[in-house]
């Protein structure tokens, strides 16, 4: 047959595909014919035959064969023909085509999806009153397996499909039934960046029709969890609506509840994860108050840990996500941990790395919540008692030793150092599954202890090597919570932080949200900033991974990705993630005051002014806060974005806050007055060194400063911070390792961070605009007694380090005819306006050497 199947008539070729399919046939070599026959004469295919053939090679992938050639061949017949597609033919294989992702090419997937959806909606009716319903259905859940830059040529689709249902599915007995309104809202719910909230009227009816006629002992587990990941969801789109809506969804949810825990014993692996990711979104009380579907998924949990049939590496994200939900708060689960750990220890392969790290994670979790509130004391490392030089230890317990002399405060030196170096020699002894409880033991020194005695600390690097060493050995999470303790300490070892970033994506294995955040603010702590982040944050980034990421993850998304600069430029993502955040709360269930913040900061970072609505929306969540109730630093960051937005160049985006109601008006007013200084961040030795020596050539160059300064006064903007220094009537900002990304490169490669960028962005406009001083004066009066100055000029560390002592002149602006031009710039700025256009002036400010650029130019 696979000698002759090109022989065939395209048809009979399309129909074979389908019996080999149907008898479940993997003959290989049959299937490697029907690919190669189909590359041969894709342009002998008709609408009919390449239906037929894209669903066949989509689910002969599970015999092991690649059809990647003879369906990218498909594609391009399909751009040929689109025309002569029926519409139940463009559903049929779109479904097939959305389902390809891993053997299309993207931009083809693009070019087919956007023409045959088209075709599909050219041929609807005007109010798609005679579109059959399982068409709307299949159309809206094959494309939420498409990558998130085809989703924006959907909105037609989603518009249509809502207006649609709406009108359908209040009817009982018509087009839809119950279950499909759970899978359409779904589908909908994971489509649409803001969620359900663009459909509160069809989430209303759909809840209505679902609650009256949905038979959950015929739904499926799959169709189940879509429910309750539809209910949770639903909370969020009726949080306006009348308090009939709370009864409705309480209404809902036992059911639901209840027949998703009956079917938890059929389910597979992926599910169980799928499961506890969604009842993270249903609030901090989810698995307590549903107790019943709490005892069914340890119950399955613990089936499918002790079952060596289900691989180590298929068990991992069910395990990974078990071990950081909240379900092991819920009395329900009590004792849930040590039985897991009973059903993992009793498989044959438990030595295995994924399993060992899952089983550290989990004596962790029961050892945390079996310690009863004051006894916490008993469960801390002893003082050192001594040390028996004499006695041999494990590489383990001399970590356990070093950790606790490090705590003491009575330790002798002699004592620790002799442990150091005899852990330190011993290091490469410990086994894989060692690495972290030996971090851990270490650790207990506390991070103030390590970084200032360079025996922990190279204790700690040492540790990190050997971790980067076995990078291949070592599970997802264990990779990840080395990062994480490495970041606690505020160590920025580039080496691991590289080496587990590069491993972790070349795995097949998806990382789950709480890994991926994880990861993220672990590079964010540090400042490392490597190009292969931005392909764990495309990852996260695609619409589906937002789709399920609860408000308090997205949040922390936001804040890692702004924080690392991983964001695009035009504002795009920050705008999106805003909606969704937004989307899931109201004012009348407001995000954590810290969270607020943290929304702030990440707008402030990535430099976007938000519409006078969602402002009002944000703000109104701290409505109640005053000046004193707020941390030093988050008062600094909602005193510099008010700023940021009194700053703006466009007057309507300047005066956005005048724009506000007056009793937040008010409350800025009080932020920006407030007698606290402002924040500023600590500085490196390197900083200190820096300042103390420009502050030493300009006091020599100051005939007139007193013999007694050790430092030039600063120029200070009161709660918008301050600059360094001045010379010349150029204010300076001389700028340490903190305000750049790691690695850092020579001087004219490092990299500011995005909050560097604000400030000196900030800081210029606040010292060079009139019109943002009277602007700042609306709610900080003092700002017109500002002084008026050019700059900021930046100076790094290293180049100053590596500049010598007329190079450094230079830098400062010290040079003799540069002096003089100085004392005389606004002059000379204003006559050289005369002749040349403020374009190549302001080129000069850029350039930070406005006084040289003027007597170039003037020569």
């Known amino acids: 047959m696979s000698a002759q199947v090109n022989d065939l008539s395209a048809p009979v070729v399309a129909e074979l595909a389908q019996e080999l399919l149907r008898y479940r046939?993997?003959?290989?070599?049959?299937?490697?014919?029907?690919?190669?026959?189909?590359?041969?004469?894709?342009a002998e295919m008709g609408p009919a035959e390449i239906v037929y053939l894209m669903d066949a090679f989509r689910r002969s992938m599970a015999f092991g064969t690649d059809p990647g050639q003879a369906v990218q061949a498909l594609c391009h017949r399909m751009l040929e023909c689109c025309q002569d597609f029926l519409p139940r033919q463009c559903v049929g294989v779109l479904g097939s085509l959305c389902r390809l992702s891993g053997s299309v090419d993207l931009s083809l997937q693009y070019q087919v999806l956007h023409h045959l959806l088209d075709k599909w909606l050219a041929c609807q009716a005007p109010s798609w009153e005679t579109t059959p319903s399982n068409q709307v259905i299949s159309l809206a859940v094959s494309l939420t397996g498409v990558e998130s830059h085809f989703n924006p040529r959907i909105d037609n689709f989603l518009l249509g499909a809502s207006s649609w249902a709406q009108q359908h599915g209040a009817v009982v007995g018509g087009a839809l039934s119950a279950e499909d309104l759970v899978v359409l809202l779904w589908a909908l719910k994971t489509l649409t960046p803001v969620g359900l909230s663009r459909y509160p009227e069809l989430v209303s009816i759909g809840l209505l029709r679902i609650r009256a006629e949905a038979e959950y002992k015929a739904f499926s587990v799959i169709r189940l969890y879509q429910a309750l990941e539809l209910l949770l969801a639903s909370k969020h789109a009726l949080a306006d609506s009348s308090s009939t809506s709370e009864e409705l969804l309480k209404s809902l949810e036992a059911p639901v509840v209840a027949a998703l825990a009956s079917r938890m014993a059929e389910a597979h692996e992926s599910v169980v994860a799928k499961v506890l990711t969604i009842g993270e979104q249903g609030g901090s009380d989810f698995w307590q108050r549903c107790s019943l579907l709490t005892e069914a998924v340890l119950q399955r949990a613990v089936r499918l840990a002790a079952d060596e049939d289900v691989s180590p590496a298929n068990l991992q994200p069910m395990l990974d996500t078990l071990a950081t939900s909240k379900i092991a708060s819920a009395s329900a689960f009590r004792g849930g941990c040590d039985a897991l750990s009973a059903a993992v220890n009793g498989r044959r392969d438990a030595s295995h790395p994924v399993l060992a790290s899952v089983l550290q994670v989990l004596e962790a979790v029961a050892e945390s919540s079996t310690v009863a509130p004051g006894t916490e004391e008993t469960h801390k490392p002893k003082k050192s008692e001594g040390f028996d030089s004499e006695r041999p230890l494990s590489p383990l317990e001399l970590a356990e030793r070093l950790g606790r002399l490090g705590k003491s405060k009575s330790a002798n030196l002699a004592e620790l150092s002799v442990v150091a170096e005899r852990f330190v020699s011993a290091v490469e002894s410990l086994r894989k599954d060692q690495l972290l409880p030996a971090f851990q033991h270490v650790l207990y020194a506390g991070r103030t202890r390590i970084n200032r005695e360079p025996l922990l600390l190279e204790a700690v690097e040492r540790l990190g090597d050997q971790v980067a060493m076995h990078v291949k050995d070592l599970s997802n999470l264990q990779?990840?919570?080395?990062?994480?303790?490495?970041?606690?300490?505020?160590?920025?070892?580039?080496?691991?932080?590289?080496?587990?970033?590069?491993?972790?994506?070349?795995?097949?294995?998806?990382?789950?949200?709480?890994?991926?955040?994880?990861?993220?603010?672990?590079?964010?702590?540090?400042?490392?900033?490597?190009?292969?982040?931005?392909?764990?944050?495309?990852?996260q980034r695609r619409q589906q991974e937002l789709a399920r990421l609860p408000t308090m993850g997205m949040v922390r998304f936001l804040s890692s990705a702004t924080r690392l600069g991983l964001v695009d430029e035009a504002g795009t993502d920050v705008r999106e993630m805003i909606c969704r955040i937004l989307a899931e709360t109201?004012?009348?269930?407001?995000l954590p005051a810290d969270d607020v913040v943290s929304i702030i900061a990440s707008l402030l970072a990535s430099g976007i002014v938000l519409p006078d609505m969602q402002l009002r929306h944000i703000l109104s969540w701290i409505a109640d806060l005053r000046p004193g109730q707020l941390a030093e630093r988050d008062l600094a960051t909602l005193r510099q974005y008010s700023f940021f937005l009194l700053a703006q160049v466009e007057g309507s985006a300047r005066f956005t806050l005048q724009r506000m109601p007056v009793e937040m008006q008010t409350q800025i007013s009080e932020l920006l007055c407030h007698k606290a200084p402002a924040w500023s961040r600590p500085v490196t030795q390197p900083t200190r060194l820096l300042r103390a020596e420009v502050s030493e050539l300009l006091l020599a160059e100051d005939p007139m400063a007193p013999m007694e300064s050790s430092t030039v006064?600063?120029?200070?903007?009161?709660?918008?911070?301050?600059?360094?220094?001045?010379?010349?009537?150029?204010?300076?900002?001389?700028?340490?390792?903190?305000?750049?990304?790691?690695?850092?490169?020579?001087?004219?490669?490092?990299?500011?961070?995005?909050?560097?960028?604000?400030?000196?962005?900030?800081?210029?406009?606040l010292l060079s605009s009139d019109a943002v001083r009277h602007s700042v004066a609306d709610f900080y009066p003092a700002a017109l007694d500002w002084p008026k100055k050019r700059g900021p000029r930046r100076i790094n560390w290293q180049e100053w380090g590596q500049a010598g002592p007329s190079e450094r002149r230079r830098l400062l602006g010290l040079e003799t005819g540069t002096a003089a031009v100085h004392s005389q710039f606004p002059q000379m700025q204003d006559m050289v306006g005369h002749f040349f256009p403020q374009s190549v002036i302001c080129s000069l400010w850029c350039s930070g050497h406005e006084a040289e650029g003027l007597i170039n130019l003037i020569s």
């Open 25 to 42: 046939v993997p003959d290989r070599e049959l299937w490697r014919a029907l690919v190669e026959t189909t590359l041969r004469r894709s």
């Open 479 to 539: 990779l990840i919570s080395a990062l994480d303790l490495f970041a606690d300490l505020g160590l920025p070892y580039h080496l691991l932080f590289e080496s587990v970033l590069v491993e972790l994506l070349e795995r097949r294995q998806a990382l789950s949200w709480q890994q991926a955040m994880l990861l993220l603010e672990a590079f964010a702590v540090v400042r490392i900033r490597i190009p292969e982040l931005a392909r764990i944050y495309q990852r």
């Open 586 to 590: 109201s004012p009348h269930r407001p």
């Open 713 to 765: 006064p600063s120029v200070s903007l009161g709660p918008a911070g301050q600059a360094d220094a001045e010379v010349h009537g150029t204010v300076l900002l001389l700028d340490g390792p903190e305000a750049f990304f790691r690695p850092f490169r020579g001087p004219k490669d490092l990299q500011y961070t995005p909050q560097e960028k604000q400030r000196a962005w900030l800081m210029h406009r």
